[in-house]
């Protein structure tokens, strides 16, 4: 799947060809994020009501209902005093509930409170039909300011009335308040998230703090707490805004939703989000609860959170993070730097456009792309988890997606997409080239002195090298500090190995009064030296070496396996231009 411009496009043959999908589209210049989830690929951009894939090129889009009109009370042997109760009605379907309506009209004051009330002594609430509700959440308030979830109406078919008695049996959950938005087209979140059974969704346009969550059943899917779906907001109005959310687990195991938060100040946090159940009466409802990790450090770059084996690596302001467990600290999780060596380089990510870094686990490798002193990804840093080491600058490329694709033969492949490309890159080891440009490749070694005695010189007669299963041109050069010229190149040399065509001549294993003796029919078989070594001269005295071996060749590559000079001492004493006056 794929998405440009405003229209959703699917490829069923490994992206040869594209097919626009119909009925739904999306505003153009909004980042689109997918999550499969059960029977659905689900389509969110913040902006836009998600859109639903089947499968088919008919898309699904999440359409709103309408807000229901104020609902009409009327009692039954309750008279009229002073004792005040309000109805609110939100209309409801499979996804979310609508805006809470207006508050109840007709009978609102009565003269015994809900606890006297009876199969005799009621209150009758008619609700006008809403077109596509499947059901009807009422909420009652004693002070017209705060309305709690009392109970629930289904009508005899989709859209219609229906009308409800209220004989004070119903058991109020003050946990759960009247609803102020619309979520009948789904919450306007960025991404979704698979946590467990359900989804959980953050950076929402109009609610940053909040954390949504769906229902673990059927309907799959749904946000409505009608539904065992729901939300919380973390602390609103604080620093710690919710960015990503994913699904790990605490010290001690218990599976749990992670959440990643940004602050102003760069650092943010990292919080664990559980959900319990609440019986009251014979309800059951979801009670969502959440803790913030002390010491945590968290992201202002939710693109950047990869899990990596049993840990989370991710991007922060002042380094890049590992998120797990440490020996050190019993049932805990630890937030702790994995970038100190290559510190200054990440000092270097502008924070204008760190929110787009990108990342991914691939082969034992973690990519992500940064963008180093610009507002858009311009470089890929490789992380190497069986050496342990950073590649800062390993690709002059930047992108803004990374993607981990099986195509249809089974074969797995690590795609990228560049900011503003109409192309879908593939990063892989049997790639020659860049784009169809040769990768040019640059490994300079450290300055060696030729003698124990960092003073002494040696005149140098050879440089010599050895490559194992080398291929293209290898230019080998030698730098060094000449006794009269100073530091500089001593010799460059290309080493270009030379593959050898083996044939079938003279005797071979054929009967002799049917082939030739020196049948050629058979392909020529080519073979390389699997070790080449090769050597030039210097004639030169020098002090010490440097080398440099660069490629720029599409098919060139080899392991390095000796650089070294040979020579005697000279013994012939300090230069002039080293005295000290």
């Keep these: ?233 973390w602390q609103i109005g604080g620093k710690f805004i919710p960015q990503k959310v994913a699904d790990y687990r605490d010290g001690k195991g218990t599976p749990l939703a992670t959440v990643f938060c940004k602050s102003a100040d760069g650092q943010g946090c990292v919080i664990q989000m559980s959900l319990d159940t609440l019986t009251v009466g014979n309800v ?80 034992a490798r973690v990519y992500f792309s940064v963008p180093y002193g610009s507002t858009t990804n311009n470089f890929t840093a490789v992380y190497d988890t069986e050496r342990k080491c950073w590649l800062p600058r390993a690709f002059d490329q930047g992108f803004w997606k990374f993607l981990r694709y099986t195509d249809t033969s089974g074969l797995p492949r690590l795609l990228a997409v560049r900011p503003g490309d109409s192309i879908i890159t593939e990063i892989s080891e049997s790639i020659k080239g860049d784009y169809g440009q040769p990768f040019n490749t640059i490994l300079t070694t450290g300055l060696y002195p030729v003698s124990n005695d960092r003073f002494e010189f040696q005149w140098t007669e050879e440089g010599e090298v050895e490559f194992s299963n080398p291929a293209g041109s290898i230019n080998v050069e030698l730098i060094g500090s000449e006794r009269s010229a100073g530091f500089g190149v001593q010799n460059s040399e290309i080493v270009a190995p030379v593959a050898t065509t083996v044939t079938n001549v003279g005797w071979d294993t054929f009967s002799w009064n049917t082939t030739a003796w020196n049948d050629t029919s ?28 660069t490629t720029s060749d599409l098919d060139a590559r080899y392991v390095l396996r000796t650089l070294q000079t040979w020579g005697t001492p000279t013994q012939a004493g300090h230069p002039a231009s080293w005295l000290l006056t």
């Design 284 to 363: 059951s409802i979801t009670v969502p609860s959440a803790y913030k990790l002390p010491g945590s450090r968290g992201t202002p770059a939710p693109g950047s959170v990869v899990n990596v084996l049993n840990d989370f690596m991710f991007y922060n302001s002042q380094a890049f993070y590992n998120l797990g467990s440490r020996a050190q600290f019993l049932n805990l999780l630890s937030t702790d730097e994995s970038s100190a060596n290559i510190r200054p380089t990440v000092r270097s990510i502008s924070t204008a456009g760190e929110a787009d870094i990108a990342a991914v686990y691939y082969l």
């Design 1 to 233: 799947m794929a998405a440009a411009g405003g229209t959703i496009y699917r490829s069923v043959d490994d992206a040869q060809t594209w097919t626009a999908c119909s009925g739904a589209s999306y505003t153009a210049g909004n980042k689109v994020f997918m999550n499969q989830y059960n029977n659905y690929l689900y389509i969110t951009n913040g902006v836009d009501p998600i859109i639903l894939y089947d499968g088919s090129t008919t898309l699904t889009q999440y359409s709103a209902l309408s807000t229901p009109s104020a609902p009409s009370a009327a009692n039954t042997n309750l008279g009229t005093a002073n004792i005040q109760y309000y109805y609110k009605i939100a209309a409801v379907n499979a996804v979310g509930f609508s805006a809470a309506s207006a508050k109840s009209t007709g009978d609102t004051a009565f003269t015994t409170t809900r606890d006297g009330w009876d199969s005799t002594h009621y209150v009758t609430i008619t609700i006008t039909g809403v077109t596509g509700a499947t059901r009807y959440d009422i909420y009652l308030s004693e002070d017209d300011i705060n309305y709690y979830y009392l109970d629930s109406a289904t009508p005899a078919t989709v859209g219609a009335g229906v009308t409800y008695r209220d004989d004070g049996t119903a058991v109020i959950i003050p946990s759960t308040i009247a609803p102020t938005d619309n979520t009948t087209q789904g919450p306007l979140v960025e991404e979704l998230t698979n946590v467990g059974s359900r989804m959980y969704g953050v950076r929402d346009t109009n609610n940053r703090y909040r954390i949504w969550f769906t229902s673990g059943g059927y309907p799959f899917g749904a946000f409505s707490n009608s539904y065992d779906g729901g939300y919380l907001d």
């Design 522 to 549: 058979t392909t020529p078989e080519v073979v390389s030296e699997s070790s080449v070594k090769r050597y030039f001269l210097v004639q030169k005295e020098l002090n010490s070496v440097q080398w440099q071996i």
